[in-house]
């Protein structure tokens, strides 16, 4: 068991998305060799799936962008949750992190005057997106792609070998990070094309895995995202900040089902797009809540005229925040009211020209003739809500994005928790991957250097690795004889489960229930086993990865119980308004048992123990940004005092 | 391969469609094997109304051949990874609409045949980061700091376009200077990567001139562009529309042939250089 | 280990195709179930047809003149056995020596603008050459350098051959023009002829105006676009044409065609040209 191939390096990467590029670049840069591990082939990364553009106050558009107006955007985006020291640094920092990419040959759109081309994003007060059409996240990933390859051939010149101190290891999965004492030591992965494993010695080591959205049925996200990182980090006995902040896109595809969870993008309603239910009712004029009561039309005639005429009208109620717009179709499509395939209808056909459609969303008209053999046009589309982003993760230090508790252990972008409190803003994501991204190879980089001594890898955890990631393949029934059960049915019941239980809309009753079926799941997923051979088998693959999201949904579900209000991405039924008092409070999520692993917990106390802590408070002079009444909503009595 | 199909033998995902009485039945044949040989396996299996072939690859996963091989991420057609072929041709499986083919048809799904072969439907492509790693990287003009840089859309225009490229490398499977003669794969850097090549020597901004790299001249020197006889299907298999050959292949002749067969600059270059 | 980048060919890179050793072992050249041999074939049918009909027409030597009509295959003559036109295109630049047809020696223009023509280059490679017959369909040749070596490497300089059809497209212009006389070389007048004409310099500008290496010398050369409005603007105008390089390509191959059939019938007095006024 012990024969596995070990090779040392000082900084290993996981994920080879936004993030974990742009500290696989820095790490390198700062001299540090520097591995990146990743599921995918290298340039495949969910980053590419990003459209709107990354956020940075250039000032190219209006010129009265400053980082200030940013922070204060992120922060009542993300109702006032935020790390606010993360967002004061994401603010600041974003848009050298753009001209950066520039310098490594990117070409974003451009203004009359040659510079970065900005867009208007919802929440964002001037035009602040840096974008490529809409495909800005590919130019993302192809960029530090090249940069790396960039970097690889400088290598080639001066050593002769082009991975001599930068080396991605594609399509390969970490399992384990591996622990010196309280120190990280490295990591233990496996190759998906042979099955062979292989241990990296590493004193750092840099969680970049994205998302967690495959737990759920409805997602706008790749199968990648099985929160690997999360999970990682909480078997090293690092705590997750904040996990049940999951955003939900109001309208994703739901037809055919090849594509459901496909995002539909906010412009459609911008442009004139309107929800109706299946009595052809345009039924948000029933959901509006009495605080935007004053802010929203109260008649179709008032919302149609405010197209034309934003000034003297107000503006109709299919573009209110995303929160309200995905409980208002949940809440239709639940009263019986939905689409034949569970959705409701956003019809552009009736409002436009098919000509200016085709001109104004080009994207939109291909995707759903391409895709779904709808004629936008012609016809009205089926959305409905779709699992789009965890904005929990990862609790860590702001300024170094270093791991509470785990030496070693770093984290960033959409797996590190904090940045966008309980909801994120459009084009927030990709500056977070760059500015963290950076942060984090950069200390993991001086991290490294600062180590008098390699740390040792323990034996004992190498073979215990290998033992887990071996199980599949022997897998145990209650008795002798049973059958063993088969991953991608295992998979399917836990995404309903999420869905239902712990998605959109949230009850005590239903979260519970839905504890006891993950418990359930857990157990059974003991039982996962598959066929064939450790040869780029999808079975095994998926088998492992049962693991980190039932850990991960566990870790949703619990904190959403606990948080008894609505803020942001999370939404109580039982709890609808936003209570000051939690503002402070954090959840923190922990293995219970960290000596036992995962799978040998009791089923009813499950793996994961909840605390509450109170954040830091705000910076005054960043509080100073803001107008004492908008404070008197956000914060608590005794916060204004101080 | 044992009968180990568990709880749930038809976990469809899509049981809504079963309702609409769109299912259907298909006959596909699946290439499965490695290296050492294989063979196209016949499976039938369910379809429903709207789905892509690689719907119908996961549900063979799911029920059939839980160890069947196959590379995919985003399924809408952004990231490039499930390029296989289908009926012979070059595609991404998450773009191929089941609706396009006859519900008698046999639909065949190979992995890609320019490539050597991993595990069923997925080959080695190292062929092409090898490639990307011998095309010179962007170099930043040495005057410019961050934030310094000013472009005009026209001139970034014809890059972007090429940056459009979500490396499925369809176009380096079809192009048969490598797909029938795998001796050129050491010559030829492929459409994908040519195609790089003009992406930079258009680039507004880049400084390899001033490095002495000329990328006009190693086009052709390094990177084969002469291999290339212009037959289009590279453009043909693009799934994002790019017109490889008008936009990047053939430009990027036209200004090797200024360099090189231009008699007039030829004869200016023997002039000046004599006297050195 | 094999986990980084590099390719790890495990049977070496001796040559071959789609049945080489580290490929999938599928024995089938292609498993295309559609009709990609039609494309080839239609090509190489149509090609074919050109090249009997204009060899013929090359060599006979004979009803190429009726006033006011020149055929375009003999057009400018410059032989001293051309027919004589009035105000025609005819210098006598080749002496009395040369004996053969006189529209083997301005054939040889259009002839090489096409043949390196980057469509026809497609075209024929796929249609007589079979490299490739069609994609992803295996091609029949053990070796390949394509347009690396002699000759094929001289294809390089269709831009010269695209300098030379110019005058010569403005010579089939300067007879367009011509064609509003009538037999008696009177001015004003135009027969069904001329129609025939206009449509076929039309489609003989568009076709050599959209060639690839024009669209580069005008424009495509260019680093900055934006410090040269107007190549830019001639840029994107080509551009466009060149996007329906292929179009152009068949369609001015059978109007040049047509229009010395035309001229044919009329010469030979199979048929008289109506005059329309």
Redesign the interface.
Known sequence: MSQV?RQQWDVVVVGAGGAGLRAAIEAREQGARTAVICK???????T??AEGGIAAS?GNVNSGDNWQVHFRDTLRGGKFLNQWRMAELHAREA??RV??L????A?F??TK???ISQRNFGGHEYPRLAH??D?TG??LI?TLQ??I??L??ED?REFGD??ARL??????TVTRVLKDGEQVSGAFCY?R??GRF?VIEAPSVVLATGGIGKSF?VTSN???YTGDGHALALLAGAPLLNMEFVQFHPTGMV?????KG?LVTESVRGDGGVLRNSEGKRFMFDYIPDVFKEKYAESEQEGDRWYEDPDNNRRPPELLPRDEVARAINSEVKAGRGS???GVFLDVSTRMPAEVIRRRLPSMYH?FK????VDITAEAMEVGPTCHYVMGGIAVESDTAAARGVPGLFAAGEVAGGMHGSNRLGGNSLSDLLVFGRRAGLHAARYAGEQDAAPVVDEAQVDAAAAEALRPFSAEGPEAGA???????LH?ELQQTMNDLVGIIRREGEMAEALDKLADLRLRARRA?????R??????HLALDLRNMLLVSECVARAALERTESRGGHTREDHPGMDRDWRRLNLLCQLADPTGGSAVTDPARGQIDLTRVTTDPIRPDLLALFDKEELVKYLAEEELYE | MSTSTTSGTDSDSGSAAGADGAAYDARFRVWRGDVEGGDLKDFTVRVNEGEVVLDIIHRLQATQAPDLAVRWNCKAGKCGSCSAEINGRPRLMCMTRMSVFERDDVITVTPLRAFPVVRDLVTDVGFNYTKAREVPAFVPPKDLGPGEYRMMQEDVDRSQEFRKCIECFLCQDTCHVVRDHEENKTAFAGPRFLMRVAELDMHPLDAAASTGLDRKATAQEEHGLGFCNITKCCTEVCPEGIRITDNALIPLKERAVDRKYDPLVWLGNKIRRRPT | MATGTEPHLKKGTAPGGVRHGTRAAITAAHLRTDRWWLQPAATAAGLFAFVVYSTWRAFANADYYEAPYVSPFYSPCIADNCEPMKNGPNWEIFGSWWGLSPALLILIFPLGFRLTCYYYRKAYYRGFWASPPACAVAEPHAKYTGETRFPLILQNIHRYFFYAAVPVAGILTYDTVLSFRNEDYEWGHMGLGTLVFLVNITLIWAYTLSCHSCRHIVGGKLKHFSKHPVRYRMWRWVGWLNGRHMLLAWASLISVAVADFYVYLIASGAFDDPTLF
């Open positions: 191939e995918s082939l290298f340039g495949k990364a969910h590419v799936m250039m848009p050298d001209w950066e520039e310098t490594w040959g070409l759109d451009r005057d040659g510079r490529v059409g495909r590919l130019e192809r090249q940069k390859v960039a690889q051939q080639e082009h991975e080396k991605v290891f594609q399509e390969c190759e094309e042979s292989f049925k790749s199968w990648e037809w055919p089902p090849s594509v496909i034949p395939h569970g995707q391409e895709l779904a053999d059958t063993p059960e088969n991953p991608y049915t399917q086993g598959v066929e064939g051979h040869q780029f088998n999808p079975g095994w």
